[in-house]
């Protein structure tokens, strides 16, 4: 079993900052690809930014130059810098990490959520 603890959401002003972290902890060999998705009300799912073991990123459009996914393996944690935030950005926030897990191979594990709220 893999658990992932996030923190750091919260209620911010437009232009202003915020750090998600996430941190694995359980039973895994080792951690392929760590991610971030978002969900606003109504809408769907979506990816937001993903850091490959190696570094090598992706990010959504409409956040690229804005966010920045990093992780540090030591610790099993997975980080979203989020800056210049939008209104448009609020939504509950997920980390996602696909590990290599003893007796089950590849799997994938969502955390529960942080809320991020953006104000104009």
């Known amino acids: 079993q893999v658990r992932l603890m996030e923190s750091g959401g919260g209620l911010v002003q437009a232009g202003e900052s915020l750090r998600l972290s996430c941190t694995a902890s359980?039973?895994?060999?080792?951690?392929?690809?760590m991610a971030w998705y978002r969900q606003a009300p109504g809408k769907q799912r979506e990816l937001v930014a993903t850091i490959i073991r190696g570094g090598s990123t992706n990010y959504l459009d409409s956040v690229r130059g804005r966010f920045t996914i990093s992780r540090d393996d030591a610790k099993y944690a997975v980080f979203l810098q989020m800056n210049n935030l939008k209104p448009e950005d609020t939504a509950a926030y997920y980390c996602?990490?696909?590990?290599?897990?003893?007796?089950?191979?590849?799997?994938?594990?969502w955390g529960q959520g942080t809320q991020v709220t953006v104000s104009s």
């Open positions: 359980g039973y895994f060999y080792s951690i392929n690809s």
């Open positions: 996602k990490v696909n590990v290599v897990a003893p007796g089950l191979g590849i799997q994938d594990y």
